[in-house]
């Protein structure tokens, strides 16, 4: 996609460079997410493994609260405060840390999670379909439910 723009040349002979479009910067072989992010440890992720999940729909994944926890810490710290059950960042992490006895921290949690899709990624990236966006619901357990027509995909 050529956006038109030309870089200016450094020794001023070649004016045929172009800028790198935003579409360039993301995608691609040397793109933002296959270049430096996919492969690589990064915060807000979590790894596990796929099973069929029939009762979901197409658009829906079925994710673990324990890795939902992980994603969406930010936001359950955000709300924490906001909503007065926490004063303060370390309150509200030490509240995250014995969720078992915080029940709020799991209906906060419910209600981040229906605003907020996540992103999937199976290994190896060759194109686009590799990575899919999916409205998550939370489920038991420690493994990622997708329903039986987008695992092949996966």
Partial sequence: LDNGFHEPSK???????????FSDILGGKEGRFRETLLGKRVDYSGRSVIVVGPF???????????IAIELFQAFIIRDLIRKHFASN???AKRQIKEREKE?????ILQEVVQGHPVLLN??????RLG??????????G???YLH???????
């Avoid at 020794?11 to 479009?21: E, L, Q, R």
């Avoid at 199976?122 to 194109?127: D, F, I, Q, V």
């Avoid at 039986?148 to 996966?154: A, D, S």
Wanted: aromatic share 8%.
């Fill in 11 to 21: 020794d001023g002979f070649s004016k045929d460079k172009v800028y790198k479009s």
């Fill in 56 to 66: 979901l729909s197409l658009h829906q994944c079925g994710l673990p609260r324990e």
């Fill in 89 to 91: 960042t370390a309150t």
């Fill in 103 to 107: 029940p709020i921290v799991w209906e």
């Fill in 122 to 127: 199976r290994a190896p990236t060759l194109h």
């Fill in 131 to 140: 990575i899919l966006a999916f409205q998550p619901i939370l489920v038991e």
């Fill in 142 to 144: 420690r493994a990622i």
């Fill in 148 to 154: 039986p027509l987008v695992c092949k995909g996966f």
